[in-house]
Nanobody
């Protein structure tokens, strides 16, 4: 059974930092990504990383504040978040892609990720 389990969310104040973790089991992944969904909004892309970690993409809104990383030995992905603002409040979900066959391939496209975690809530107070 393939599972992605996020952890590390919580309630923080504006300007604080938080690190999210995603534990994968059941298979390994090529590209991995983080998406988020705020109340009443569509799920949006946050960051993605290739299997080799050589290539990563970020949404403009988080560029320079968030860093995505992964540990293939532990089958983990991480999202380090700095300078959080109330606009970052959302449920953050981890996603994995398993069909590209490339350790450098990565995408922002939500539909390319087949496996998803349940998400972890991040709430940033003013």
């Amino acid at each position: 059974q393939v599972q992605l389990v996020e952890s590390g969310g919580g309630l923080v104040q504006a300007g604080d930092s938080l690190k999210l973790s995603c534990a994968a089991s059941g298979r390994s992944f090529y590209a991995m990504a983080w998406f988020r969904q705020a109340p009443g909004m569509e799920r949006e892309f946050v960051a993605a990383i290739s299997r080799s970690s050589a290539v990563s993409y970020y949404a403009d809104s988080v560029e320079g504040r968030f860093t995505i990383s992964r540990d293939n030995v532990k089958n983990m992905a991480y999202l380090q978040m700095h300078s959080l603002s109330p606009e970052d409040t959302a449920i953050y979900s981890c996603a994995g892609e398993s069909t590209s066959g490339s350790i450098r391939w990565v995408t922002r496209q939500r539909e390319r990720y087949r496996y998803w975690g349940q998400g972890t809530q991040v709430t940033v107070s003013p």
